[in-house]
């Protein structure tokens, strides 16, 4: 099976830069998905395939994906931020949907 | 606009089976997959299975802990998709969400139901 790895946590001052990794074999021949979770929430999507922005997400959100990891950026980090981010990929070896354990990004 | 709305909160014994529905509306029922995921407490997001409401055709995640216990079908008269999950353990106790995908060869899930509790306790 196709594993992603995600740092547990993740801390930033308001304002400042985030970044959020996914580790996956060859990840960079894969489309890498992110969404964020708030307490309570169902999941939201905020970047497609790599890098687009769904409609309504701001432009602080961003993505790439290269090599073994793709990241999602959040700049000029706000409080509203503090969430915990999944990326998930189409695994089609095997027909499945992966997810990886998550980032909770802390807002400090 | 687009909606999933699930059924209610269950508390089920160890070994009873659940089945949770999934109404949507908003859109044409055939043209979108739609998944199942599942998030125990303070956990993350694992996904279970996937189902094509044109044809009926279903993935299922391989791992263990599901295997021979889930079951997902749908309805097109009412544009309902259902999740059954057989001999509940206590380790099933979760949040079930289903999930839509974009569209064809789509592989991300752009719509999300509500989500249902799950409780399995004696």
């Known amino acids: 099976s196709y594993v992603l790895t995600q740092p547990p946590s993740v801390s930033v001052a308001p304002g400042k830069t985030a970044n959020i990794t996914c580790g996956g074999n060859?990840?960079?021949?894969?489309?890498v998905h992110w969404y964020q979770q708030r307490p309570g929430q169902a999941p939201v999507l905020v970047i497609s395939y790599d890098r687009d922005r769904p409609s309504g997400i701001p432009e602080r959100f961003s993505g790439s994906n290269s090599g073994n990891t793709a990241t999602l950026t959040i700049s000029s980090v706000e409080a509203g931020d503090e969430a915990d981010y999944y990326c998930q990929v189409w695994h089609s070896d095997s027909d499945h949907f992966v997810f990886g354990a998550g980032t909770k990004v802390t807002v400090i | 606009q687009v909606q999933l709305v699930q059924s209610g909160a269950e508390l089920k014994k160890p070994g009873a089976s659940v089945k949770v529905s999934c109404k949507t509306s908003g859109y044409t029922f055939t043209k979108y997959g739609v998944s199942w995921v599942r998030q125990a407490p303070g956990q993350g997001l694992e996904w279970m299975a996937w189902i094509n409401p044109y044809n009926g055709n279903i993935y299922y995640s391989q791992k263990q802990i599901f295997q021979g216990r889930i079951s997902v079908t749908r309805d097109t008269s009412t544009n309902t998709v259902f999740m059954e999950l057989g001999n509940l353990r206590s380790d099933d106790t979760a949040i079930y969400y289903c999930?839509?995908?974009?569209?064809?060869?789509?592989?991300?899930?752009?719509?999300w139901g509500q989500g249902t509790l799950v409780a399995v306790s004696s």
């Open positions: 060859n990840i960079a021949t894969k489309s």
């Open positions: 999930a839509r995908d974009c569209g064809t060869d789509c592989q991300n899930f752009d719509y």
